[in-house]
């Protein structure tokens, strides 16, 4: 990574502290600018002040922008997995969701239908009992009219026995 070269062109400049500073182009991270100031390896090449050479430098800043970027690559690739993720499972939610709604719907539209059953059987038991009950009414007071007719008849003979009776034993 990085061993390539890169097209961008970046000015820096070391002050009396040797500190790094960027002067034009690219903002470096701390870590980054603590790398630079790490002694070189055995196998780099020295200045007279015990500087990095402006060659080594830049090889190590793009190894570094290098790094970074993929670093940083690597992060949005891990939020666009997690977003796919929660996206996947915001559907699969939405879904058992609307599942449990449909079902509860159906249940509902299931129990109105079964009331509304129960209520016709309900008013039809209540005509059935409301043609019972003129029915035994009409039996009711028919017998009472037999029952009236029975006994004035029977008052009647009884009383035409007892005129009988009387007349004879006077």
């Known amino acids: ?27 470096l991270s701390d870590s980054v600018i603590d790398r630079m100031k790490e002694p070189s390896s055995p196998g780099r090449q020295h200045r007279g002040s015990g500087a990095v050479s402006d060659e080594e430098l830049k090889k190590r800043i793009a190894e570094e922008l290098a790094l970074e970027r993929a670093r940083r690559d690597s992060e949005a690739q891990k939020r666009r997995l997690f977003g796919k993720l929660l996206e996947r499972e915001r559907i699969s939610s ?4 609307t599942r449990a709604i449909l079902r509860e719907r159906a249940a509902t539209e299931e129990e109105r239908q079964k009331a509304q059953r129960f209520a016709r059987q309900l008013e039809e038991k209540d005509r059935e009992l409301k043609k019972h009950d003129a029915y035994y009414k009409e039996q009711l007071a028919r017998l009472e009219e037999r029952s009236a007719q029975f006994y004035k008849v029977t008052t009647e003979q009884y009383q035409k026995a007892a005129d ?3 007349s004879r034993f006077k």
């Open 164 to 166: 009988e009776v009387s």
């Open 1 to 27: 990574m990085g061993g390539g070269g890169s097209t961008r062109r970046v000015t820096f400049e070391a002050d009396e502290n040797e500190n790094i500073t960027v002067v034009k182009g690219v903002r």
């Open 94 to 97: 939405n879904e058992h969701l």
